[in-house]
């Protein structure tokens, strides 16, 4: 294992744990503990693009250019992810089955959308 994929591991490991257990914090009513659930997710948040950050030095990568097509590429992304999870809550949480299941697989097509926008269609 390369030694910027274990730091990438470690960190990405730490924020997640600490992005996660601020969600639960902030979305649990009964841990009455919102502020600082909404502390704790912003921490992880700021680890994970530190972890961005220090894979991409260490790999000798350039640095993420901002463009139209980087910025539409995350917002689909969030909206797919979004959707997909809209779609879940209405099956699994609020019995609303036929309209979860239209709305997730909206949201799954979106994801999908990433993956030619993102690699491209290459000639065979």
Request: hydrophobic residues 60%.
């Amino acid at each position: 294992m390369k030694k910027s994929s274990f730091v990438a591991m470690i960190l990405g490991t730490i924020g997640g744990i600490f992005f996660a257990l601020g969600m639960c914090m902030a979305l649990i009513p009964e841990w009455n503990a919102f502020q600082p659930g909404v502390v704790m997710g912003v921490i992880g948040a700021v680890i994970l693009l530190i972890m961005v950050l220090v894979w991409r030095k260490m790999e000798n990568k350039n640095p993420i250019h901002l463009s139209g097509k980087t910025i539409g590429t995350v917002l689909l992304g969030i909206i797919g992810a979004l959707t997909l999870g809209i779609g879940m809550c209405l099956t699994m949480v609020w019995s609303n089955m036929i309209a979860g299941i239209v709305i997730g697989l909206v949201g799954i097509i979106l994801l999908l959308c990433l993956i030619p926008l993102t690699k491209g269609f290459k000639e065979q």
